[in-house]
């Protein structure tokens, strides 16, 4: 099993840039979840899905931030218009029932 | 909501024995994981605990206490690879909503030093 990919690994960008992160979970897992990471605050949930619908949003930072699953091997998590303060680590992650979690290797973005 | 506390920072020497302590308030509790992530890596499953009692798994045991809304991460024989930060994590049932939240601490940051 190749865990669960994110891509990219790095992002820069440019203030007022969108951004879009992607992830696909492992087979067979119904829930996935978007997390962000920072010195500051740790890891936050931004977001989960159970069988591709979102079911609790209200880590979502606000509107500029957004997440879409349309099937069971993929999701977006998409910031629209970016600013610096977003700069962080995004991971998502994956689970067959709402006990193990795994992981997937992060996307740092830095927003300039 | 939640409040996970945990130390920032954590110093032990290979060999020895060292325990990360993890309090927590919650009103919905529904089990308690211990992650560990290396230095830009992603966190990695160590344990869950839900009951009161120790769990063991090879140098490393978890504890819960829920009356106590506390926890330890206890690693023995420390290695050098052991260096790392350890989040302890709250799942807690949100009522009303049918739904689980995952909430985890900031993280211990554990050096270990010849």
């Known amino acids: 099993d190749a865990g669960v990919i994110q891509s990219p690994r790095h992002e820069v960008t440019e203030m007022g840039q969108e951004v879009t992160l992607r992830c696909k979970p492992i087979?067979?897992?119904?829930?996935l979840f978007w997390y962000r990471q920072t010195m500051m605050r740790g890891l936050e949930l931004l977001i989960y899905?159970?069988?591709?619908?979102?079911?609790?949003d209200s880590g979502m930072p606000e509107d500029r931030f957004s997440a879409k699953m349309p099937n069971a091997s993929f999701s977006t998590l998409k910031i629209q218009p970016s600013e610096p303060r977003d700069s962080a680590v995004y991971f998502c992650?994956?689970?067959?029932?709402?006990?193990?979690?795994?992981f997937g290797s992060g996307t740092r973005l830095t927003v300039v | 909501g939640q409040n996970i506390d945990q130390p920032t920072e954590m110093t032990a020497t290979e060999g020895a024995i060292v325990q990360i302590n993890c309090t927590y308030q919650?009103?919905?509790?529904?089990?308690l994981f211990w992650y560990q992530q290396h230095a830009g890596e992603a966190p990695t499953f160590l344990s869950y605990?839900?009951?009161?009692g120790l769990e063991e798994k090879g140098r490393f045991s978890s504890f819960l206490s829920r009356s106590k809304g506390y926890s330890y991460l206890l690693l023995k024989e420390l290695q050098m690879k052991d260096s790392a930060s350890y989040l302890c994590?709250?799942?807690?049932?949100?009522?009303?909503?049918?739904?689980?939240?995952?909430?985890f601490g900031k993280g211990t940051k554990l050096s270990v030093i010849p």
């Open positions: 992650a994956s689970s067959p029932d709402r006990y193990g979690y795994t």
């Open positions: 087979s067979g897992h119904d829930y």
């Open positions: 899905f159970n069988n591709n619908v979102p079911i609790d």
């Open positions: 919650t009103s919905g509790f529904n089990g």
């Open positions: 605990n839900v009951l009161d």
């Open positions: 994590a709250v799942r807690e049932l949100l009522s009303g909503a049918g739904s689980y939240q995952l909430t």
